[in-house]
């Protein structure tokens, strides 16, 4: 295990991981299938927040069918805003002949009310241990810096959040301890960077990458998570290397500010 001098390295490495990734068929299976959701507009993503602030990927009942994806028994629906589409007699040639007349609210559900086939993912929760106790290193820089750790049991795919009005990170209790070292890592990265933030898509970047090198550096390789989370957030292989070099500076330094409590553990370690 080490925590020193390889920061721009595993920068490096992980710019090199997500442009392998955003080119293999893998990634092509991923993005066909996430053309199939709807891109909804700014009220229906606050309408869903608002109804289920912890959803992922929202369709409605039948389209969740198309996926070989039930809908289960008894979930309550979410409900967004349609537009009622008519034809327009009166179009001329090469006019669009439809026309919007008003919305009405439609149901949509998310993919943790349903069951079925399992979905294109690059993302792939890490498997391990904690051998050298990293969850319990972390859980002290979380609360050097006022921040509170708090297992949970979360609904669908969430493995943590951070809280800055609260001052409390939750972790997925469920998961691998390895998962549960680099979701606190990813978190405490979003406690230290993100308390105000313009772009979310960044802002999972960053954590993203400070998760990445430090896990690398104290020996949990977390490549089959974080690659596809940091191309998931920037939207392809040449934003996200674009991305990481604009924020290179901020991610190592927070990185160095995390790994700055493992230098006694790997000290003890070498002797």
Not at 36 to 59: D, K
Not at 111 to 138: F, N
Not at 191 to 220: D, P
Request: aromatic fraction near 10%; charge should be negative.
């Amino acid at each position: 295990m080490t925590t020193k001098n390889n920061h721009p390295e595993l920068i490096e490495k992980l710019a090199e991981g997500i442009s392998n990734l955003t080119t293999s068929d893998d990634w092509e299976r991923y993005l066909s299938f996430q053309s199939r959701f709807h891109r909804y507009s700014f009220g229906n993503v606050l309408l869903i927040a608002a109804q289920c602030h912890e959803a992922t990927q929202v369709a409605g009942f039948n389209a969740w069918r198309k996926m070989n994806r039930f809908v289960r028994k008894g979930e309550k629906a979410i409900w967004i805003l349609a537009p009622m589409v008519y034809k327009n007699a009166d179009a001329e040639d090469g006019q669009d002949d439809r026309v919007i007349r008003g919305f009405k609210f439609v149901p949509v559900f998310d993919v943790a009310q349903t069951d079925g086939e399992e979905l294109p993912t690059i993302c792939s929760r890490l498997d391990g241990d904690d051998t050298i106790g990293a969850y319990d290193i972390l859980f002290e820089v979380a609360r050097s810096i006022g921040f509170t750790v708090v297992p949970h049991e979360f609904d669908g795919t969430t493995n943590g959040d951070c809280s800055h009005s609260e001052h409390h990170i939750r972790i997925e209790i469920r998961n691998t301890p390895a998962q549960q070292v680099k979701t606190l890592a990813h978190e405490i990265a979003h406690a230290l960077l993100h308390e105000k933030f313009e772009s979310r898509a960044l802002a999972e970047l960053e954590a993203e990458s400070v998760a990445y090198v430090v896990c690398q550096s104290i020996g949990i390789d977390s490549s089959d998570y974080s690659f596809g989370y940091v191309a998931t957030w920037a939207g392809g292989g040449d934003q996200a290397v674009a991305g990481i070099k604009a924020s290179g500076e901020r991610i190592q330094k927070t990185a160095a500010t995390i790994l700055r409590a493992f230098e006694p553990a790997a000290e003890e370690v070498a002797a």
